[in-house]
């Protein structure tokens, strides 16, 4: 297991823009494939964003073009650069961590992520 650490939440306004950092350790990050998924209230966890081993990237569709996913190994570090926000990505943004052989593959399922953050809240106001 690894231990994961988001950062980087906050209030936005509609529009703007915000970085959210996830740290990683206890277990060598290059195992991992990487996921960012959010939760608004009353709502199920949902899948944002994957990179895997490789680098190779997912996106849900609502969030394509908008956001960018990246990771830094040597660091033990996931991002995901959240540009052109809008009221609807308002939720708590969770890093996860799926061990995989797999180099390229990653996977849009949470239940299949091992290691969770305690998760970040990002708030987009109108």
């Known amino acids: 297991q690894v231990q994961l650490d988001e950062s980087g939440g906050g209030l936005v306004q509609a529009g703007g823009s915000l970085r959210l950092s996830c740290a990683a350790s206890?277990?060598?990050?290059?195992?991992?494939?990487m996921g960012w998924f959010r939760q608004a209230p009353g709502k199920e966890r949902e899948f944002v964003a994957t990179?895997?081993?490789?680098?190779?990237?997912d996106y849900a569709d609502c969030v394509k073009d908008r956001f960018t996913i990246s990771r830094d190994n040597a660091k033990n570090t996931v991002n995901l650069q959240m540009n052109s926000l809008k009221p609807e990505d308002t939720a708590v943004y969770y890093c996860?961590?799926?061990?995989?052989?797999?180099?390229?593959?990653?996977?849009?399922?949470?239940?299949?992520?091992?290691?969770w953050g305690q998760g970040t809240q990002v708030t987009v106001s109108s």
């Open positions: 996860a961590a799926k061990r995989t052989i797999s180099y390229a593959e990653a996977s849009r399922r949470p239940a299949e992520f091992g290691s």
């Open positions: 206890g277990r060598p990050f290059s195992r991992y494939a």
């Open positions: 990179i895997s081993r490789s680098g190779s990237t």
